[in-house]
């Protein structure tokens, strides 16, 4: 008979509990046979201390015993949080069905009664074993399809909300402008016009991080890291950006070294420099600044962008970067998914990178990345 080890470590761990030494020396002696690490402990009390300091895949739980009995060690492993998931197989002398029925009661998984027989030990903690760790995927596996279906429900809230409030938005301005094209004034149309293009171009973003946060969950991006100029990439960027900040009158300063350098993707990285430049321009006063830098240290170079906008609140930094987390309205009244900062995590991270965040409430906040030289 073979034990298969589900557990994602190995040997799979048996606690053993006996006050009789000689049981102990039996039961240990059988499962180690088996390749199995076992602990032999002879009472309740050092049980429960055994198990809390390193819980075991599976316990064989002695009835009988001086201080604290069976039936009460596993009702407590049984109300404590972190053991309450551990199969107790219980071994015992007492062989009457009310004996038996009190274990199942307590908390117990099985009864096995003695005198046992090695064979029928083994076959239970092997059937058991494998029970315990189908159910622990299983409840896995039910934690990770909630999560999906979170993640769905969030994606089509920013369709049906964050995608199509600016489409209306282009939709009745440019329905305006086309009834009152001969009598508009010039400067009503420029203005109109800017109207358009920042919610067309709010738009197109929000679509990319759609489509590329999609991508990246059914594992369809292609990673393929090369040597970048970050300091030309960056240049791109905000070369890109600088209308939305110009109509702020927010103005773009540059802190670069001539050889900002590193190893990643260039479309990955290119999608967090341009969502953080744009996340500084949202919640940016106008007249403010953004302030994009470029510093190295020992194996990694740290680029940062800095705002002098309305901060965050400490409660707010801790729930950041989850996909849960509602975006905030910007100071000129820009709305946002939140997802732009999802995707910057996912991806600086996937190229072996971190990020993080310091902020001041009313005061302005700077965001870090960094990435392998």
Known sequence: MTVINTSGHSPLNI????????????????????????????????????????????????????EMDGYEVCRRLKENEKLKEIPVI??????????????????GTDYITKPFQIEEVKARVDMHLKVHFLQLELQKNAIKLQELNAMKDRFFSIIAHDLKNPLSGIAGVSAMMMKQSQTMKEEKKNQ???????????????????????????????????TLDLSKMIHDCTAFLENMAQHKHIELLHELKES??????????????????????????????ITISCEESADSMILSVKDSGIGMQPEDLEKLFNLDTVSKIGTSKEKGSGLGLVLCKEFVEKNGGKIWVNSEFQKGSEFFFSLPK
């Open 15 to 66: 606690l053993i509990v006996d006050d009789t030494p000689a049981n102990l020396k039996v039961l240990s002696d059988m499962l180690k046979d088996f390749n199995f690490k076992v602990r032999p402990v002879p009472s309740g009390k050092l049980a429960l201390h055994a198990a809390e300091k390193e819980p075991p895949d599976l316990i064989i739980l002695d009835i009988m015993m001086p």
């Open 90 to 107: 219980f071994i015992s002398a007492l062989n009457e069905t009310k004996d038996i029925v009190k274990g199942f009661i307590a908390g």
């Open 192 to 226: 109109l016009i800017q109207m358009i293009h920042e919610s067309a171009q709010n738009s197109f973003n929000l679509l990319e991080n759609l489509l590329l946060w999609a991508r990246s969950q059914k594992d369809e991006l292609k990673f393929n890291p090369v």
């Open 260 to 289: 900002c350098n590193a190893v990643a993707d260039y479309d990955m990285i290119l999608t967090v420099i341009r969502n953080l430049i744009s996340n500084a321009i949202k919640f940016t006063e106008p007249n403010g600044t």
